[in-house]
Structure formats: C-alpha cells, structure tokens
C-alpha cells in the first residue's frame, strides 16, 4: 500500500516537472514557427492561420531596400566588431586566465562588466563622449560601441578553453626545444580555437543584434536592422517584416548547426 | 642583465602563463571608450542645467521628489521580478528534463533554448505581436471555439508584457540552471528517497537547496536582461505603459535633456547594480548552504 503510494507519489511529480518542461519548450519554439508561417500569407495582416499561401511577401523583401542598407551596415559593423573582439579580447584572455594576480581578477570583473551594466546607459554615456571629444557618429563609433559591449563574450569563451588546457602540454613543448611563439601557435592555439570561435560567434550574433548601443550610435546615414525593424513595426503592422524574420531565424538556425557541428556549441555553454 | 629583466617579468622560466601586457591593448580600449564615456555620464549628471555649467544634484532631486519618475522605476524593478519569477517557475523544469534526458534529447533541448537566444530580440518581439494580436493565433483560438465574440486585447496588456519578456528571456535562466543541477551528486536524491522521503520532498529538500547557485546566477541574468529591454518593453508594452529604459530614451533624444538623461542612467545602473549586488549576496550564502552539505 504505502509502496503504491509511493510510487504515485514519484509518478505524479514526474509528470508534473515533464509536462511544465514540455509546456514550456513548446511556448519557446512557438513563436518562431508562428512567424515562419505568417511570412508565408497571402494577406495583407499578420492574421493567424493566414488566409491563403504564396511567396508575395518574400518578393516585397527582396526590393525593400531601406532594410536591405541597415542590414548591410549591421553586416558590416558586426563583422568589424568581431574581429576587433577576438583579436583584442583573445590576447586579453590570454594574460588574465593564468594569472592569479589581483591586476588580473580586476581586469577579468572590469572585461565582463558590459555584461551586467544596462547597455542603454553605455550607449547613452558614448554618444555623449563622441560628441565631446568631436568624433562624428558613423559606423566607426559604431563599430567601437559594439565592440566594447561583444567583447566580453569572447574573453569568457576563450578563458573558459584556457583552464581546461593542461599546462603540462606548455612544459613539455618548451622541454623539447618550442619557443613560446611556436607552443602558442601549433599547441594553444589549436586546441583552444573552438573557444574562441563560439565566443566570437555570440560576438557576431549580439552585436548584429544589438540594439542599445545602435540606437544612440546610429542616424539615417549608418541605419542598424534592429532599429529600422523596430521603427517600421512602431509605424505599421507590415507584413515584410515577417518575411525578413523568418529569413533570420531559419540563417540563426543553420549557423546554429554549423557552430554545434564545428564546435560543439551546447556543450560549451552549459560546461 | 638585459635577460634578468625580461624573465622576471614573465615569471621565470614560468611557460605555463602568459604576460599579463597581452591585456594592455584591451584595457586600454576599455579605459578610453567605456571608462571615461561612463565618468563623463557621472560628471553630466551632477549638472542642474542642460548645458552642464552649474554643479550641483539637482538632477537626482528632480528624479527622487519626482512621484511620475519614481513609479517609472518602481513598475520597470517589478516587471523584472514577475518576469524573473516565470522564467524560473517554467525554466526549472527544463533544466530537470534535460539532466534525465538521452544525449540526442539533450542537443534537442539546448538547441530549442539557445534558438532565441540567438535570434534577433526584434524578431522575437514581433513573434509575439503575431500570437497576442487582434487577428493572433489565441484570438483566433478562442473565437473558432466560441468561447469569445470579440477579439481579446492582450497586446499592450502586462500579462502580454510578461509573457513576452518571459519567453524572451528564458536561455538566460535555463543555462545556469543545467549547469547547475548537472553538478548536483545523484546519489544524494537516491539516499534521500532511501531514507523514506519522497520525491516532491526530495526536490524541495535536496534539488533546490543544491541548485540554489545556477537559481541566483539565473535569476541575475533573467533579471537585468528583463529590465533592460527596450524593444520588447516599447512593442509588447506600448505607450500606455513607461519603463526606465525608454524613459531614458526620451529624455535623451526627444527631449535633448542630457544632464537628466545621465541622472536617469545612473539612477538605473545602481538600481541594476544593487540587484545585482543582493543576489550575488544571497549566492554566497546558498555557495555556504551547498558546501556544508
């Protein structure tokens, strides 16, 4: 009796936890399938089940060019950013994941504290420094901004590869003759590439996708995609928009693939 | 001589770290354009005019005697509690499933939570606007069911807000807390369920007090995304509704009021860092909890 009980008891939480899991998983992957759809009416509203199907809106897409130049630019400035953030932030990694210095632990707080601080205060803060120090807005200062707020992903990626590399594999390239240029590259450098690569990754995603610093940063002439889409939705419910959403969401679902194939992205964020 | 320098400076014949001069270049980028951006915010603030030429705190005054600005704060500080309050209730339960799931169940799961994460917030956002709208998918629902006439106005609506934010910022809280419960000993539950305990009890004795480090490291990072999310907060929550970030927003652009803009920004950073500040407090504690065990 009390053993049945018990075995209720196990069941009825199991089936508690599993279907608020499931409850919960489906409530996160809903909305995108729901956009995906919608892009695909034949309508003119955003009504759901659309009326009919076809392609229309993908076509309008294709000559909206107001989206296609702040995609462009948000292309461009994510892919300086990123750059500048691995070189930057991958040397950065370097001198503070083994050191046990107090300079080391205050650099590693002040490299993540974009992370906590709320962006929009920095994008704030920067635009007033910009224009103190006679720097015009362009995708320069935007470049910068976005650097500074993506770089922390790659310092957190590339010191997480840096603890777990053995150190005896150092001391026995140097034992054996390496220079440390020569360890760096044929012994650190390959075993923590897939760090900094899914740093750099975030990196790309976060800065194409950021909006607090852009919205400071940015005017008509080095338009953002996030900020253009988010003044087209403020202005009209426009069905454009859902085709260009679903175009990124099913680009971040094959570069996902990509990142979990080359380098083992979920394992990586959960270690 | 010239070689004594040098080792020392690297720690001698140390080949296991690196010189900490690799992280000038970056420390150096974050002194210029974060630190000082940041002191010049500060500096403006402390400004009682706009064109920044008499100190003084009339700024913070303005904000603190201010009741409009103050319940500005007081609802963004509570839609982050009810947001972080969701994403923990629905979140948990993720990350469960995900330790008592097969290896392919698992990169199923992890890829499903990280897709908005990576996914622009823009995007998502607007995903909601589709599924809250008057011709959205619920509306549409409930009306085919006939269980309404006219369609429901959810959007612009708190629970929509919520619900919103919720969805987008369920990664943050799900990640820390797979870390977490990842590191918890199984056979703890198993001797607690040996010792006659059963399994909700087990959860509310043994798993949460264990988790309670991914809990806080969650509830961190669910927190101040939620508070800071200006695109959701302006869409989903439209005009009606006012919260810091767009606060800030118009102050700052509309408005040209940058001494008061800055006040508001550092008014918010130390609301964002005294949060911050009190569940990294109360993380110690439960770290103290965990290892007393």
Redesign the interface.
Same mark, same amino acid.
């Given at each position: 009796m009390s053993g049945r009980q018990?075995n209720w008891?196990?069941l =009825?939480?199991?089936i508690a936890?599993?279907a608020?899991?499931? $409850?919960?998983?489906i409530?996160? &992957?809903? +909305?995108?399938l729901?956009?995906v759809i919608?892009s695909f009416t034949s309508g003119f509203?955003?009504?759901?089940?659309p009326p009919g199907y076809s392609t229309r809106w993908y076509v309008e897409l294709w000559n909206a060019w107001q989206l296609q130049f702040a995609a462009r630019n948000s292309v461009v400035v994510a892919m300086w950013s990123t750059a500048l953030s691995i070189?930057?932030?991958v040397?950065?990694a370097?001198?503070?994941?083994? =050191?046990k210095?107090l300079?080391?632990k205050l650099?590693d707080s $002040?490299?993540m504290?974009?992370l &906590?601080? +709320?962006?929009?205060?920095?994008g704030?803060?920067?635009?007033?420094?910009f224009s103190?120090i006679g720097l015009p807005i362009s995708l320069l200062t935007l470049v910068?901004?976005h650097?500074?707020v993506c770089?922390p992903y790659v310092?957190r990626n590339t010191v997480a590869a840096l603890t777990q590399l053995e150190?005896t594999l150092?001391?026995s390239?140097?034992i054996l003759g390496a220079s440390?240029l020569y360890?760096f590259r044929r012994i650190v450098l390959p075993l923590i590439r897939p760090g900094i690569i899914s740093g750099a990754f975030?990196a790309f995603?976060s800065s194409?996708?950021n909006?607090?610093v852009s919205?400071?940063l940015r005017d008509a002439a080095t338009d953002m995609?996030?900020i253009r889409?988010?003044q087209d939705?403020?202005g009209k419910?426009d069905v454009t928009?859902?085709a260009l959403?679903s175009v990124?969401?099913i680009g971040?679902?094959a570069?996902?693939a990509i990142m979990?194939r080359t380098t083992g992205?979920?394992k990586r964020?959960?270690? | 001589m010239k070689s004594a320098t040098t080792a020392s400076a690297t720690a001698p014949g140390d080949?296991?770290?690196?010189?900490?001069?690799?992280?000038?270049?970056?420390?150096v980028?974050?002194a210029i354009?974060?630190?000082?951006?940041?002191a010049?915010?500060f500096y403006?603030s402390l400004h009682n005019d706009t064109a920044a030429t008499v100190w003084g705190l009339g700024q913070y005054i303005k904000f603190l005697s201010d009741p409009f600005s103050l319940a500005v704060l007081g609802s963004t500080l509570l839609l982050g509690a009810e947001v972080t309050l969701a994403c923990l209730?629905?979140?948990y339960?993720?990350a469960?499933?995900y330790q008592r799931s097969g290896s392919r169940v698992?990169?199923l799961?992890?890829?499903?939570?990280?897709?908005?994460l990576?996914?622009?917030?823009?995007?998502?956002t607007?995903?909601?606007?589709?599924?809250l709208?008057r011709?959205?998918?619920i509306n549409?629902v409930l009306q085919s069911l006939g269980l309404i006439g006219t369609p429901l106005r959810m959007i612009y609506t708190q629970g929509g807000l919520i619900a919103a934010l919720a969805?987008v910022q369920?990664p943050l809280m799900v990640?820390p807390l797979?870390?977490a419960i990842?590191r918890i000993d199984p056979n703890l539950a198993d001797a607690s369920a040996s010792l006659g305990a059963?399994?909700?009890r087990t959860?509310v004795k043994v798993m949460l007090p264990l988790s309670m480090p991914g809990i806080i490291a969650g509830c961190t990072l669910t927190y101040?995304a939620a508070?800071?999310a200006?695109?959701t907060q302006?869409?989903i929550g439209g005009g009606q509704m006012l919260f810091m970030?767009m606060y800030?927003?118009q102050q700052?652009?509309t408005l040209q009021n940058?001494p008061f803009?800055?006040a508001i920004?550092?008014i918010?950073?130390f609301a964002?860092?005294a949060i911050?500040a009190l569940f990294s407090m109360l993380g110690r504690r439960a770290r103290g909890y965990g290892d007393a065990r």
């Open positions: 018990r008891e196990a =009825s939480f199991q936890m599993t608020i899991a499931v $409850l919960a998983l409530l996160i &992957v809903s +909305p995108s729901v956009v919608v509203s955003l009504k759901f089940p070189v930057l932030g040397a950065a370097l001198a503070i994941s083994r =050191s210095a300079t080391a650099l $002040l490299f504290s974009p &906590v601080l +709320p962006a929009l205060a920095f704030l803060a920067a635009l007033m420094f103190l910068i901004g650097t500074i770089v310092v150190p150092l001391e390239s140097a440390r360890t975030i995603m194409f996708d909006v607090p919205l400071f995609l996030p889409m988010w939705l403020e419910l928009i859902a959403s990124l969401i971040t679902v570069l996902m979990e992205l979920s964020l959960t270690g | 080949v296991t770290s690196f010189s900490l001069g690799l992280a000038l270049p970056l420390g980028v974050f354009f974060f630190v000082l951006p940041l010049q915010l403006l209730v629905l979140g339960p993720i469960w499933l698992q990169t799961i992890i890829m499903i939570v990280l897709l908005p990576l996914t622009s917030v823009v995007v998502r607007f995903a909601w606007i589709v599924i709208g011709q959205g998918i549409s969805q369920m990640l797979i870390t990842g059963g399994s909700w959860f101040a508070i800071t200006f695109i302006s869409l970030p800030l927003y700052a652009s940058w803009a800055a920004s550092i918010f950073l964002v860092l911050v």
